[in-house]
């Protein structure tokens, strides 16, 4: 795969955090100190001695579209890499493939060599000029990085993952996704390969953007509606820069400050939106028959000079004003039609260039050229269009719930959760198809009825939170602060979707308990701290022959009052207290109160219970639906 991770083919991961790198890429919890360690690597000392600046400037260009005076490059473009003002064009030729080094300034071909590997393409280029390249020789997921220098044979190094591998010329290494490992590798020029993102099974990567320093990866979403976001991480840091709405079929492209995202569907159109890592919306959507092209998407100031090239069947290059919706197709100089094209960006220079193969009596060539889409005059504009990807509908409670709405929203800041009534626990799908929502139920019930029936369940959910530990619901959040428990209260839930009336499903970061009695509480609860517990250890409760359900009913039991052998005027007590008789139920409650234990700090029944539970309260309280 010659240009990163595909959307298509992403593999589901978790990604849980960063590992240190060797020492030639910069460490996410240190990147001054690493980057003090490179340059001396690189320099031999630790003096703090200025560099002198290498000289990138180019003559300005004063049309869209300018041939760089450069011959002998023979056959078919396959790729083209750049770097400052040194570009590197892999052609295929009579069953060969060969690359030519460019210096842009002299324009002229300084060296040219033959690629020895099978599936081998050009990847970049070193600061000392070597092309670098990846290959599949070995078959499968493996692969090799080869450096082509002035040496009369490359020097190389493999590894099992280089397959789906992607060149990072800031640091001289490559990124990829090893399936052994369930991690993002790096691996430098030395062969030296270290973990970059350790992985696991809720997340998935989207691609690895070097000249950006930027990965995308899917992660579970705050938004209950849209349960999964793309995520920016930067390369350097591995901190996460800022989160989108995922959508299939998106290409991904960066900016000063924020993301653009072109959405295509199997219609006939693409969508265009920008996202500011705080702020997102669609600015443009359009009819076009573009979505084909392979645009390269140029962000190298501000989102206003974003635009899109790519080839078109008339021989033209496609220019587009991605904001505007605007585009021109500019012809090359002399009207000759291509066969093929491929595009590259100079960060250092802010250069387009693009390698354009044209077939003719004596075969086909490659011409360089220099594209400044800014200068193209964009002036056909698109139809509009539908956005593709709708906001999805998001509900709110009828208005006779107003009180209890507010009754809600108190109980939720109180604990740190996120309560949901009436119709508002449709926003979570998986839920809303398992349950009776209370304003559903209004056909049985008055409107004061509903309300009513809220108030108490609300009231009564309140008196049994009111037990946990303070600090204990916001270890449900992930360490960004987002996401949470989430509790849905409903009227009923549908038969066999729950047995003992309550049940949690996932909504992206959100670990949700759906009941319709105050007394699952502490049942759901449980079922949202395993879910909690499992995403970050899939195999936590794999020696268990319980389901979560049986273990979700064993925690609601300790909490429940011991009187089946009662006698008249005897104390009360709790099934708690009767785990030391019953060696087979301690058992499992040991193996669930070891997970917890590590996931959440404490046990949290043992706190409950070591602070005095005490469920005669329950009974004796005043639960009014009235104020």
């Known amino acids: ?28 919890t240190d990147t001054t100190a690493a980057m003090t360690e490179t340059t001396a690597l690189k320099t031999g000392h630790t003096q703090s001695t200025e560099p002198e600046a290498p000289d990138y400037s180019l003559p300005a260009l004063t049309a869209p579209l300018t041939e760089i005076s450069v011959t002998g490059l023979a056959g078919t473009a396959e790729a083209i890499v750049c770097r400052g003002v040194t570009a590197a064009v892999q052609c295929s030729a009579g069953g060969k493939q060969q690359y030519h080094i460019v210096d842009l300034k002299e324009q002229k071909t300084v ?164 996202s500011r890592f705080m702020d997102r919306k669609v600015l443009s959507c359009w009819k076009t028959e573009d979505k084909n092209n392979d645009h390269r998407l140029d962000l190298r100031t501000d989102f206003a000079s974003a635009y899109a090239l790519g080839t078109e069947q008339s021989g033209g290059l496609l220019m587009a004003d991605l904001k505007a919706g605007t585009r021109a197709v500019q012809a090359f100089p002399d009207g000759a039609k291509a066969s093929a094209a491929r595009f590259c960006c100079s960060p250092e220079t802010s250069r387009w260039l693009i390698a354009a193969s044209f077939a003719g009596s004596g075969g086909t060539v490659t011409r360089l050229f220099a594209a400044e889409p800014r200068l193209a005059g964009q002036t056909e504009t698109y139809p ?25 929203d108190s109980i939720a800041r109180r604990y740190g959760i996120r309560i949901l009534i009436g119709d508002e626990v449709k926003d979570v799908p998986a839920a809303a ?109 794999s020696e268990s022959d319980d389901s979560p359900e049986e273990r979700a009913s064993l925690i609601g039991w300790l909490f429940e009052g011991y009187s089946a052998y009662q006698q ?29 234990k590590k996931a959440f700090g404490a046990v949290y029944w043992e706190q409950i219970m070591q602070a005095g539970y005490d469920n005669t309260v329950f009974e004796n309280e005043d639960f009014s639906p009235y104020p």
């Open 111 to 274: 060296r040219s060599g033959e690629l020895t590997g099978a599936n081998e393409y050009l990847a970049g280029l070193t600061e000392a000029g070597e092309a670098v390249t990846l290959s599949s020789d070995t078959g499968g997921s493996g692969g090799i990085l080869r450096y082509y220098g002035e040496a009369e044979m490359p020097r190389s190094c493999e590894a099992a993952w280089i397959g789906s591998a992607v060149y990072d010329q800031t640091n001289d290494c490559v990124f990829g996704f090893d399936p052994q490992q369930n991690a993002v590798m790096c691996m430098d020029g030395r062969g030296t390969e270290s973990v970059f993102l350790q992985l696991g099974s809720d997340r998935a990567l989207l691609g690895i953007y070097p000249d950006r320093r930027v990965m995308m990866i899917t992660e579970p979403s705050a938004d209950l509606l849209q349960p999964v976001n793309a995520a920016a991480y930067s390369i350097d840091s591995g901190i996460r820069l800022g989160a989108f709405p995922y959508y299939d079929s998106t290409s991904y492209a960066f900016f000063s400050g924020g993301m653009l995202q072109v959405t295509a569907s199997g219609g006939d159109a693409l969508e265009v939106r920008t």
């Open 433 to 541: 198809e398992r349950t009776v929502s209370a304003e559903d139920a209004a056909g049985a019930l008055t409107e004061e009825g509903v309300s009513a029936e809220t108030v108490i369940l609300l009231k009564k959910l309140d008196a049994r939170l009111r037990v946990y530990p303070n600090g204990f619901f916001s270890k449900f959040r992930d360490e960004y602060g987002e996401g949470g428990l989430a509790v849905l209260l409903v009227h009923d839930v549908l038969p066999d979707s729950a047995k003992s009336g309550v049940f949690s499903v996932p909504a992206g970061k959100w670990f949700t308990v759906a009941l319709r009695s105050a007394d699952d509480i502490h049942r759901g609860i449980w079922l949202a701290a395993e879910a909690r517990i499992s995403r970050s250890d899939p195999q936590a409760f």
């Open 568 to 596: 008249l005027g005897e104390e009360r007590k709790l099934n708690w207290e009767l785990l030391p008789q019953m060696p087979e139920r301690r058992e499992k409650v040991d193996f669930m109160a070891e997970r917890v």
């Open 1 to 28: 795969m010659k240009k990163g991770i595909s959307a298509a083919a992403a593999l589901l991961l978790c990604l849980t955090g960063c590992a240190d790198r060797n020492s030639s890429v910069p460490r996410p």
């Open 384 to 408: 509009t269009a539908e956005p593709l990807t709708r906001e999805p509908e998001r509900h709110s409670p009828a208005g006779y719930l107003e009180g209890a709405r507010s009754l809600a």
